[in-house]
């Protein structure tokens, strides 16, 4: 593949195009190869705090080129990236810290929730504007630990999935794109995630693409990426129903045309006024934090109208992409053809475990295969479409019912815009699925 961690990208990408845009934040940018010095000076200022091969480093600054420069100085020191919410409740951001165990944070920590080494974005700014580093050591090798990614966990507490070096430039590969829009904040794991917003940043690395760090109100958002000239981004169901919602302001001016979506479902009608709206296709994309990547992809032709077979295709996340494999196992066995099953991937970007947590790789690991905890069949064209998580089925008088399925059941009446479904216990039929439906932000059943 040629690069094979994110630290031997980003010195080619200095020697390829020194001086093209690497990064930008508002009317500020860095060029690949101001990036890649500003990187190995701040390195030495990691250094000089006692920063090795093998550390960890949180970073819980807001989106910035500061948190950009310090995520390449940890990898340049062969060092793990802990990237921390930006905006996390003290007590959920005291919680991460303590299960990551850094040696050193960048950024912003609560009074008495961090006694360890810290150092400010204003100490990393001066760094990088002053160039001068110091012996930052050889840098990590492939199979090196690149960042811990935090995740929600069954329990609700998180997971941490660990990622390689050659995890996530084998992820970033295989989706090299000329402009990308890495348009969350970075650190905060929500809609748009800090994965993605990675993952996307190595892609541009790879592609020589400019990344735009924008971090709006979703009603600004479309304003935001035109200015930016943002071709490729990432995106939630739940912002692009924002987005069909709105009217937007700075639409004439999109260069957009990709948008990558996943999450919940998405009704027909909001594909059809995105794509109209901001003139472009639309991918849905599965995956999850560990597979670093996305698994499956519904293909921009899939969406389209004019066919009849569209909305039952847009119930689907597609077919596995190139490099994955995937399994629905029922009971341990493979499912029939149609049949209902836990999602199983593999692919070469699958985590190879949690971060000290072997409980949890027992649960989610099977012969090789990453359990999701998601249920889905593959219908008569191929399509994987997920009817549930497995601990949200419900059986109601013996039948199976799947939550997800009355929820986009629901969720298809015009008068009904989100839709939740649970189970409650009742005597008789076993379990009862309790209904909420809102409208316009208020309930309506």
Not at 368 to 374: E, H, I, N, S
Request: hydrophobic share 45%.
């Amino acid at each position: 593949m040629g690069d094979t961690t994110i630290t031997e990208a980003l010195a080619h990408a200095a020697r390829r195009a020194p001086r093209q845009v690497a990064v930008s934040h508002g009317a500020a940018h860095l060029c690949w190869g101001e990036l890649a010095a500003a990187a190995r000076a701040v390195a030495g200022l990691f250094a000089g705090a006692g920063i090795a091969a093998g550390d960890r480093v949180a970073v819980t600054l807001p989106t910035c080129l500061e948190w950009v420069v310090a995520a390449c100085a940890t990898w340049q020191l062969g060092a793990v990236l802990v990237p921390v919410k930006g905006v996390a409740a003290d007590l959920e951001r005291a919680e991460l810290l303590a299960d990551a165990e850094p040696s050193l944070v960048v950024g912003e920590v609560a009074a008495g929730s961090w006694g360890g080494a810290r150092l400010s974005r204003d100490e990393v700014r001066r760094a990088a504007a002053d160039g001068t580093s110091g012996g930052v050591g050889a840098g990590p090798e492939p199979g090196d630990l690149a960042v811990l990614a935090y995740t929600s966990g069954p329990t609700g507490r998180p997971r941490v999935v660990t990622w390689t070096h050659e995890a996530v430039v084998w992820a970033a590969a295989h989706r090299v794109e000329p402009s990308l829009l890495a348009g969350r904040p970075l650190g905060h794991i929500v809609a748009l995630s800090i994965p993605g917003a990675i993952v996307a940043f190595v892609n541009g690395i790879l592609g020589g693409a400019r990344n735009a760090l924008i971090a709006v109100e979703p009603e600004l958002l479309v304003a935001a990426i035109a200015a930016a000239g943002v071709e490729y981004m990432g995106s939630s169901a739940a912002l692009l129903q924002r987005i069909a919602e709105s009217e937007p302001a700075g639409v004439e001016g999109l260069r957009l045309r990709e948008v990558l979506y996943g999450g919940s479902h998405t009704q027909p009608w909001v594909v059809d006024r995105v794509q109209a709206m901001l003139d472009c296709d639309l991918v849905r994309v599965y995956g999850m934090t560990e597979t670093t990547t996305v698994g499956t992809r519904l293909a921009p032709d899939l969406h389209r109208a004019g066919d009849p077979r569209r909305e039952g295709r847009l119930l689907s996340v597609g077919v596995p992409v190139d490099g994955f494999s995937m399994r629905i196992v029922d009971a341990g066995e493979d499912a029939q053809a149609g049949g209902v099953g836990e999602i199983l991937l593999a692919g070469p970007s699958v985590t190879r475990g949690y971060w000290r947590d072997p409980v949890s790789d027992a649960e989610a690991f099977s012969d090789g295969w990453l359990r999701t905890g998601d249920l889905g069949r593959v219908d008569q064209e191929g399509l994987l479409q997920i009817v549930g998580r497995a601990k949200d089925m419900l059986k109601v008088s013996g039948y199976t019912v799947y939550a997800a399925e009355v929820e986009r059941a629901l969720a298809a009446h015009p008068a009904i815009t989100e839709a939740a479904v649970v189970g409650l216990p009742e005597v008789g039929t076993g379990r009862r699925a309790l209904r909420r439906a809102w409208r316009d932000g208020a309930p309506c059943g």
